[in-house]
T-cell receptor, first 110, second 117 residues
């Protein structure tokens, strides 16, 4: 079973920051948090991942709370092309298995 | 990022036939590949883990005799849907990992849409 909880849908205005929350209260100390997104009828696209520290790359920032029970993916300047389903995943310890939850459908509007 | 390809991208077949889907890692060696299935408006469901040179490990509820997986090389895994039926119609997606277990990202293929008539 997926170990994460996300809101089913969110809206964001183009050009604004999109903040996507994720709860993973049962995460273990050595399990990573991954974020992927899936645009309709395509394979998932890797966004970012982290363990304890906040992470930033060219696509997004990942903020992980100190107790690691939740995290937030931040798209700093959302565009229409960011409309997708965003999946927050806790990677199974010591494996490469990714168990997908239901994700958040982000709709970016003009 | 690394590139994973799938072939074919779309296939239509008659009920009772078998269909083979290929998954290739184009620019890295994948010791582990994964196969997922996704029904319309649903999330991805992990079907099996494919390790190069060994038998695949199937998730609970997935029939290993129906979904045959072969990972013959470090760049190729195949999924064969045997005796396909309309309920097997779905979007099949593979992913590949280098298998280092160090928190590396996993790269997904573009998916194969299977329609069984």
């Amino acid at each position: 079973d997926a170990k994460t909880t996300q809101p089913p849908s969110m809206d964001c205005a183009e050009g604004r920051a999109a903040n996507l929350p994720c709860n993973h209260s049962t995460i273990s100390g050595n399990e990573y948090v991954y974020w992927y997104r899936q645009i309709h009828s395509q394979g998932p696209q890797y966004i970012i991942h982290g363990l304890k520290n906040n992470e930033t790359n060219e696509m997004a920032s990942l903020i992980i709370t100190e107790d690691r029970k939740s995290s937030t993916l931040i798209l700093p300047h959302a565009t229409l092309r960011d409309t997708a389903v965003y999946y927050c995943i806790v990677r199974v310890y010591n494996t490469d298995k990714l168990i997908f939850g239901t994700g958040t459908r982000l709709q970016v509007f003009p | 990022g690394a590139v994973v390809s799938q072939h074919p991208s779309r296939v239509i077949c008659k009920s009772g036939t078998s269909v083979k889907i290929e998954c290739r890692s184009l620019d890295f060696q994948a010791t582990t590949m994964f196969w997922y299935r996704q029904f319309p408006k649903q999330s991805l469901m992990l079907m099996a883990t494919s390790n190069e040179g060994s038998k695949a490990t199937y998730e609970q509820g997935v029939e290993k005799d129906k979904f045959l997986i072969n990972h013959a090389s470090l760049t190729l895994s195949t999924l064969t849907v045997t005796s396909a039926h309309p309920e097997d119609s779905s979007f099949y997606i593979c992913s590949a990992a280098s298998g280092q277990g160090k928190g590396d990202e996993q790269f997904f293929g573009p998916g194969t849409r299977l329609t069984v008539l």
